[in-house]
């Protein structure tokens, strides 16, 4: 496909490398201004550099890769410079919907959107980690089809997500991506507290990640709030009160909903009852 790429960021210039290295052509990168599009196109084999005041190439299809909030603004800059050759246009946002790119519809382009379930920390290594990742893709036929083989191209694994179901996947993505930070940054700090390498956690976290998949979250959990040890828990939540007092709230609450999750909620609640914060003082550490 000859694609153009608006917004040589870190999502951007990922897929572009991504899709360049599997046999598509850049045609252009179109940047706030030449100057902002210039490095990425140089990278990309002879891609045009261009500004959002110029005209643009014939396309089979237009990423828009701007941050989330600038989508609509640039779809509505772009749409009179399509000059009529540009199929199609996504934007690569999990959370907003493709009528973002309404005024490119307008202008005669299918649209859609192309989600990267992915971290994409720089064109380098987002472009490399695109090969077995999935990507969710909204959009009808035909450019739906088209936006599956576009995956498939990169390595990638597509699957079809609905325009109203987006909220509440990007919320499921920044659970599996975002939410075991915090578990990490508690485990860290209290290893710390004990003299313990945090190093020495990455297979045990490994394997759990592993067992998740293959066995489902539920049936993996494993530990004292999964048998119901409830003495166990008292004990840790002592040892935590004394070296790390900021990790007791999110600790015991945390408890609190695993036990829900093991269906251990009663074994719990007089436990969890006595280290409750004050009305007012849930904060995290
Ligand atoms: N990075 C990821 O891990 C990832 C993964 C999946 C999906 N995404 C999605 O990819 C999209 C881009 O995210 P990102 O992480 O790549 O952001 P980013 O690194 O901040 O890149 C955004 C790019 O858009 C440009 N831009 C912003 N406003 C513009 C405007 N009005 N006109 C023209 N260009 C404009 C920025 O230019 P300046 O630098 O000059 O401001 C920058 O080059 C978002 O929709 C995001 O949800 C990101």
């Not at 603004?73 to 749409?79: D, F, I, K, R």
């Not at 490119?104 to 077995?132: D, K, M, N, V, Y």
Request: charge should be negative; aromatic fraction near 4%.
């Amino acid at each position: 496909m000859r694609i153009i790429v608006v917004g040589p960021g870190r999502a951007g210039r990922s897929v572009a490398g991504a899709a360049n290295s599997s046999g598509h052509v850049i045609t252009a990168v179109v940047g706030k201004s030449r100057d902002h599009a210039a490095p990425a196109a140089a990278s990309l084999g002879g891609a045009a550099a261009l500004g959002m005041a110029d005209d643009l190439p014939p396309a089979d299809l237009l990423i828009v890769a701007t941050r989330d909030d600038a989508i609509a603004v640039v779809a509505a800059e772009l749409a009179p410079r399509l000059g009529g050759a540009v199929g199609s246009a996504v934007h690569l946002s999990g959370l907003k919907s493709v009528s973002e790119l309404a005024p490119l519809a307008a202008a005669g382009c299918r649209i859609g959107s192309f989600h990267p379930l992915q971290t994409l920390p720089s064109p380098e290594a987002g472009a490399a980690r695109l090969s077995g990742s999935w990507v969710a893709v909204t959009a009808e036929e035909p450019l739906r089809r088209t936006l599956h083989e576009l995956a498939r191209s990169l390595g990638a694994h597509p699957f079809d997500l609905a325009d109203g179901a987006k909220a509440l996947y990007h919320a499921g993505a920044a659970a599996a991506a975002n939410f075991p930070l915090l578990s990490l940054t508690m485990a860290s700090d209290l290893f710390a507290a004990a003299g313990v390498p945090f190093v020495a956690a990455r297979p045990l976290v490994e394997a759990v990640v592993a067992n998740a998949f293959e066995m489902g979250p539920r049936p993996a959990l494993t530990g004292p709030v999964a048998r119901g040890d409830v003495g166990t828990v008292a004990a840790q939540l002592d040892a935590v009160a004394i070296a790390a007092p900021q990790w007791v709230a999110p600790f015991a609450a945390t408890v609190l909903h695993l036990a829900g999750v093991a269906g251990r909620g009663d074994d719990f609640r007089l436990l969890l009852e006595r280290w409750r914060p004050p009305q007012g003082e849930e904060g995290g550490a």
